[in-house]
């Protein structure tokens, strides 16, 4: 499929495709749903999703496990031919990572207000006092990714009730034989 710079709009939306799955996948395990892959001259090096509850690693963020899986998988910590696909913008630890490993092109979903190191509260990715720069597409499928965000926080906002830790313990249980 070329290199980076040729990919079309309609190949940023079939690779976050995979992006999304592994964050669905994620959000299955209780993790925080983002998924990442990373892709070279049109195939998948590595894709990953958030782990760091199961992996007791909070730097396990997706682009972090995806960086090391395509290491190992192509035997070089640097692509500088990569694309990284993710659903969320990069906190500033993820991005400071892609600086690290030269990634060519970053594509991302939701931008993260709160924490995002590429756009929303840092700008990492193209600041002129560092010596690497990557190339940002931003906000592709980005609803997508957002709704599953939203979805996962509001249900686990819900969690205790629906477990019956919010009001089960005040009503008596119901016996039909007593009615
Ligand atoms: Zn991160």
């Known amino acids: 499929m070329g290199s980076p710079r040729e990919t079309t709009h ?14 669905r996948r994620g959000g299955e395990t209780g993790e925080v749903p983002v998924g990442a892959v990373l892709i070279q001259d049109g195939v998948v090096l590595a ?16 682009e972090i496990l995806v960086l090391r899986a395509a290491g190992r998988q ?22 400071g990572a892609l600086l690290h490993a030269r990634v060519a092109r970053l594509v991302y979903g939701a ?19 560092l010596n690497h720069r990557v190339k940002v597409v931003s906000g592709v499928r980005a609803e997508e990714s957002q709704a599953l965000l939203q979805e996962f926080f ?15 313990s005040a009503v008596p249980t119901y016996r039909p034989e007593q009615a």
């Open 47 to 62: 894709a990953a999703h958030n782990q760091p509850i199961a992996l007791q690693d909070p730097t396990a963020h997706a």
């Open 154 to 168: 509001l249900a686990r906002r819900q969690a205790p009730e629906s477990c019956g830790l919010g009001w089960a």
């Open 74 to 95: 192509v035997g070089n910590y640097r692509f500088p031919e990569a694309t990284l696909y993710v659903t969320l913008e990069p906190c500033v630890m993820c991005a």
């Open 10 to 23: 309609e190949g940023h939306l079939l690779w976050m495709d995979v992006a999304l799955q592994e964050a």
């Open 111 to 129: 931008a993260d207000p709160r924490g995002g190191g590429v756009e929303s509260v840092y700008r990492l990715l193209d600041d002129p006092r």
